[in-house]
């Protein structure tokens, strides 16, 4: 998965107006909520609740969201179909 960099650079600092300066941190917010928003949502639940496979209460659900079932210890992934939005869960690890 990709990285967020610890520090940003924002060269010659002397010469930095306003308005540079809010393009830089429009920048800035831009490249981290594109890397935040790559990493996959991690849903806890118990057997019976949702996700479950097939469930239609999964709509929010996101390609390669991760389910841990805590009674079971089970990771499963989340798929959405691309022609019908339906979501299937596949057994990462039993």
Not at 53 to 60: E, N, R
């Amino acid at each position: 998965m990709p990285k967020i960099p610890e520090s940003y650079h924002f060269g010659d600092r002397e010469n930095l107006t306003i308005d540079k300066l809010i393009e830089i941190i429009e920048d800035m917010y831009q490249q981290l909520a594109a890397q935040i928003n790559q990493k996959p949502n991690v849903y806890a639940r118990r057997e019976g609740t949702t996700p479950t496979l097939g469930s239609t209460d999964d709509t929010f659900v996101e390609n390669c969201d991760l389910n841990i079932k805590t009674d079971t210890g089970t990771v499963e992934m989340a798929t959405r179909d691309p022609s019908t939005g339906a979501i299937t869960w596949t057994t990462l690890i039993p």
